[in-house]
């Protein structure tokens, strides 16, 4: 049973405009959701992280949104860069040990 | 400072046989996670090590088991190999306190042939 979900396998941006990422999740007991970004041959990497108690965080060009009466949580990259090219993993915890992850967005950013 | 590595990077069995995989964590870190990719999906939690024992425990059969070592490090184990098995599997490591982020290591390809 897949408790979070990211709808959209791939999203095409050109460079310097938005990417926004999207995540739904079906368990409410969930209280910290986070982003990882893969490359290739590569194992995840932490981007962002956010608490159920807050609706934004930001860091940089990223910020991930939360909104918890939607079940729904958003990544978004401004100004894209084609350096960002990668699958991006929305992932969710309500234990602060196992994440419960999406089956990823493959984001290409175009020059 | 090194990040989670994982060994071998590429490991190919066939149906029945036993299998293990090793993690050395990141620098700092005392908690062990393994998990499993299968082709096209996102990473599904096995289980996690702490002070050498496994503390939560995913979805997934006995077959799989694990141990962790008094310096951090710790190995997967699958015994009767599946086809099914065929997975990346990723160790990620993070410090003992609630919702430290992930590190995740590059991963072992396993391939059940």
């Known amino acids: 049973d897949q408790q979070v979900k990211q709808n959209s396998p791939s999203l095409s941006v050109q460079e310097g405009r938005i990417s926004i990422l999207n995540c739904d999740y079906t368990?409410?007991?969930?209280?910290?959701f986070l982003w990882y970004k893969k490359y290739p041959a590569e194992g995840p990497t932490f981007l962002i992280s956010?608490?159920?108690?807050?609706d934004k965080n930001e860091d940089g060009r990223f910020t991930v949104f939360l909104n918890k009466s939607a079940k729904h949580l958003s990544l978004h990259i401004v100004p894209s860069q084609p350096g960002d090219s990668a699958v991006y993993f929305c992932a969710a915890s309500n234990s602060g040990y196992a994440l419960n992850f999406g089956k990823g967005t493959s984001l290409l950013v175009t020059p | 400072d090194a990040g989670v590595t994982q060994s071998p990077t590429h490991l190919i069995k066939t149906r029945g046989q036993q299998v293990t995989l090793r993690c050395s964590p990141k620098s700092g870190h005392d908690t062990v996670s393994w998990y499993q990719q299968a082709l096209g999906q996102g990473p599904q939690f096995i289980f996690q090590?702490?002070?050498?024992?496994?503390?939560q425990r995913g979805n997934f059969p006995d077959r799989f088991s694990g141990h962790q070592f008094p310096n951090y490090s710790s190995e997967l184990n699958v015994n009767a190999l599946l086809l099914g098995d065929s997975a990346l599997y990723l160790c990620?490591?993070?410090?003992?306190?609630?919702?430290?982020?992930?590190?995740f290591g590059n991963g072992t390809r396993l391939t059940v042939t």
């Open positions: 956010i608490s159920s108690i807050k």
């Open positions: 090590y702490y002070e050498e024992e496994e503390r």
């Open positions: 368990n409410s007991m969930f209280d910290y």
């Open positions: 990620a490591s993070s410090r003992d306190f609630y919702n430290s982020p992930l590190h």
